[in-house]
């Protein structure tokens, strides 16, 4: 069973950096493409970025392409989010999710989300 655990978020000055972490303990993900979302609140889930199941391809929000890298490590059923030049807004709780059906940046094909991880950018 996919079980997927965020962590990694924090409080951070705008242009500062942040990593975070989505880890599976079911250990189970490593077939699928995954992929980080986040959702500030009153506005809707967003996608940020993906990654094949292999990692060999990767994709991102025009909003953090340059500023985001998105990586995954099988050895340790782990995606990780590098965030760097943090702006304010980019604070949101972050999720990440399993990319069921390949369909990338639809939000519909993902599962298995997390409990979230809160990213606070100040000012």
């Known amino acids: 069973q996919v079980q997927l655990v965020e962590s990694g978020g924090g409080l951070v000055q705008a242009g500062g950096s942040l990593r975070l972490s989505c880890a599976d303990s079911g250990r189970t993900f490593s077939r699928y493409a995954m992929g980080w979302f986040r959702q500030a609140p009153g506005r809707d889930r967003e996608f940020v970025a993906g990654?094949?199941?292999?990692?060999?391809?990767?994709y991102y929000a025009d909003s953090v392409k340059g500023r985001f890298t998105i990586s995954r490590d099988k050895a340790k059923n782990t995606v990780y989010l590098q965030m760097n030049s943090l702006k304010p807004e980019d604070t949101a709780v972050y999720y990440c999710?399993?990319?069921?059906?390949?369909?990338?940046?639809?939000?519909?094909?993902?599962?298995?989300w997390g409990q979230g991880t809160q990213v606070t950018v100040s000012s």
């Open positions: 990654i094949s199941w292999n990692g060999g391809s990767t």
């Open positions: 999710g399993v990319d069921r059906y390949g369909l990338r940046y639809d939000l519909n094909g993902y599962a298995y």
